[in-house]
């Protein structure tokens, strides 16, 4: 048996779709979209008939701007898309493995990633540590080496006020978005010589 023989094409799931439930209904909604960090994620889901009030099946589709290539990158959120409403699909229909041909096609041409040592070498977002000591002295004080806060949701983000507002204020903020959840800002203050220096 080949590789790829349990798995669909996108046109042959969608025919498979459309014959097996004609009156069927699709819908993706992007449940979160962050342009900074270069990500998508998309929920689908189906309905077998018109008179179904609850989905048939919900599925998810995680879309990483990094691991598409140069020529795939603008249509990041479309492929998602798609992704999701192939893997609704087989969720519902079943027969299948979930991901298609497409998208195993794209996994086994992939180029496999370098080794890297992560202690000593700074990879995407992971930091780098001179010694295991240093990486646990980080983890410990809630400092990353590089002079980063951080907090129980990962790195912190630099803010200050804008040249023009009646006081000067800057910090760093946690990532979390929702403010209920958010740890405590590290503040910062102006110092006479027009720097920025942690509060005491």
Known sequence: MAFMD???GNKERTDRW??????????????????????VLVQAKAWRNQTEIDPAGIDYAHGFLAAYSDKMRRWMVEDTCTSAL?????????GTE?????????????TPAADHDYWTT??????????REEAEAADENGWAVNGVPMCSHGSM????????????????FCS???KEKQ???????????????PQV
């Open 6 to 8: 349990n798995y669909e």
């Open 18 to 39: 459309i014959a097996t439930y004609p009156q069927g209904r699709l819908e993706t909604h992007i449940i979160e979209f962050n342009a900074e960090k270069g990500y």
């Open 86 to 94: 192939m893997r609704v699909m087989a969720l519902v229909m079943g």
């Open 98 to 110: 979930k991901a298609t041909k497409e998208v195993m096609a794209s996994v086994k041409t992939e």
């Open 122 to 131: 700074k990879f995407g977002e992971v930091p780098s540590y001179k010694t």
């Open 157 to 172: 983000r630099w803010n200050q006020s804008k040249p023009d507002a009646p006081k000067a204020w800057a910090g760093y």
């Open 176 to 178: 979390e978005k929702a």
């Open 183 to 197: 740890c405590k800002p590290s503040w910062y203050v102006l110092t006479s010589d027009g720097t920025f220096k």
